[in-house]
Structure formats: structure tokens, C-alpha cells
């Protein structure tokens, strides 16, 4: 079954502390994959995507993502976490191919950032 | 900039009323989505739509319904709403033909939270 596995519910870090978030999916291609942040009471922002080339990506707000085809995983990086990272981070898919439609999402990683 | 916007933030309604909660996007795309939200679970497809009329079921239809008269406007229903319906609802869209790489993101509103009394 197609599914995507964010092991960590909640992580808490230091400000000024790098960050790694988790992400593995199980899918039957390579899929697209996403990285969305959620601050409270908002909607889904995309912070970066990879769909094909350099499997290191940047996004926005100083994120990166590195897609590693073996372990099935893309796991979003930040070097120095700031206060305003605080949010709910979310892992996503979708299939390669026009006519697929859907996304898969995980079940979000809770940030919180101290003083 | 894309939007997608949904016509409410916050709303409260009573058990037993028909509830419509309303989303536009400005892209021009095929794809319309909406998800229900809930602490744990994670985002959970409702229904989405892939061209105007068009309409399929996602992993929790039961109790909501759809309507897609145009491509910009994609209307969750809920027919006859319940206490369990209290959640936080996020509409989505995203392109379907001609996919490249650019532009397969889903783009998101704001989120309507519906509280059911």
C-alpha cells in the first residue's frame, strides 16, 4: 500500500540548533515529493519539492531536503532552527503521471523551538 | 500568486443543519481537493474533483458530499452536520494536465474550522 511514515510526532530543539525532520514513503515509482509547514490555524505552505535532477534541494526559509532512492526517504534539513520555525510539518506524495490525482500525506511532525 | 481561498475561517452551526463550505482558486487548475484535519491523524481526503462535475470519493466520504459547477469553485456539503464533524477543513488544488515537474505542487487555503454544537 502506498503510505508515507513521519516516525517523529513532536521534536523539540534549541534555538540556533540544526534540524532534521523524517520522512520514508512506500510507493510503487519514484514519486513527487513535498515538503508543506502549517503554522497554527493556517493552511499548508510548500517549503520545497523534488521531482526529477540534484537530489539535494533547497526551499524556502533556509530549508533543504535530500531524496535518497534507496532508503526511500527525504528527510528536510535546517542548519540553524529560528523561533518562527515553530509549526506542524508535513511529508507528501504523488504519483509521477497525469491522471493520478491524489496526494498522500503523513501525519506531521510538531515543532517546537526554545528560547 | 496563486489562491486558493475558502470563503470561511471560523464557523459554528448546530447539529442537524446543512452545512456549505466554499473554496476558489485563480489558477486555472483541474484539480480541486478537500481534506479534513484532526489532531494525529493527519490530513484525510474527503472528496476532490478533477474536472468541473466530476467528482470521486476519498478515505472518509461518509456524511459529506461535493459539488463542482465550475473549474474555480469546488463546495464540500455537509448534509446533516454532527458533532463528529467538528474539525478543521482545508481545501486544495493543483494541476492534472500536461504534469511536469514545475507545476505539481497542491496549493492550499487557509482552512475553515468548523465547530458543530
Known amino acids: 500500500a502506498q503510505s508515507v511514515t513521519q516516525p517523529d510526532i513532536h521534536i523539540t530543539v534549541s534555538e540556533g540548533a540544526s534540524l532534521e525532520l523524517r520522512c520514508n514513503y512506500s510507493?510503487?515509482?519514484?514519486?513527487?515529493l513535498f515538503w508543506y509547514v502549517q503554522s497554527p490555524g493556517q493552511g499548508l505552505q510548500l517549503l520545497l519539492k523534488?521531482?526529477?535532477?540534484?537530489?539535494l534541494v533547497q526551499g524556502i526559509k533556509g530549508f533543504e531536503a535530500e531524496f535518497k532512492r534507496s532508503q526511500s526517504s527525504f528527510n528536510l534539513r535546517k542548519p540553524s532552527v529560528h523561533w518562527s520555525d515553530a509549526a506542524e510539518y508535513f511529508c507528501?506524495?504523488?504519483?509521477?503521471?497525469?491522471?493520478?490525482?491524489?496526494?498522500?500525506f503523513g501525519t506531521g511532525t510538531r515543532l517546537k523551538v526554545l528560547a | 500568486d496563486v489562491k486558493v481561498t475558502q470563503s470561511s475561517r471560523y464557523l459554528v452551526k448546530r447539529t442537524g443543519e446543512k452545512v456549505f463550505l466554499e473554496c476558489v482558486q485563480d489558477?486555472?487548475?483541474?484539480?480541486m481537493f478537500w481534506y479534513r484535519q484532526d489532531p494525529g491523524l493527519g490530513l484525510r481526503l474527503i472528496y476532490f474533483?478533477?474536472?468541473?462535475?466530476?467528482?470521486e470519493k476519498g478515505d472518509i466520504p461518509e456524511g459529506y458530499s461535493v459539488s463542482r459547477e465550475k473549474k474555480e469553485r469546488f463546495s464540500l456539503i455537509l448534509e446533516s452536520a454532527s458533532t463528529n464533524q467538528t474539525s478543521m477543513y482545508l481545501c486544495?488544488?493543483?494541476?492534472?494536465?500536461?504534469?511536469?515537474?514545475?507545476?505539481?505542487?497542491?496549493?492550499f487555503g487557509q482552512g475553515t474550522r468548523l465547530t458543530v454544537v
Open positions: 486544495a488544488s493543483s494541476h492534472e494536465r500536461l504534469l511536469t515537474g514545475e507545476n505539481t505542487e497542491a496549493f
Open positions: 510507493y510503487g515509482a519514484t514519486p513527487y
Open positions: 523534488y521531482f526529477s535532477g540534484d537530489t
Open positions: 507528501a506524495v504523488r504519483h509521477p503521471t497525469s491522471g493520478t490525482y491524489k496526494y498522500i
Open positions: 489558477m486555472d487548475h483541474e484539480n
Open positions: 474533483s478533477y474536472d468541473v462535475k466530476m467528482k
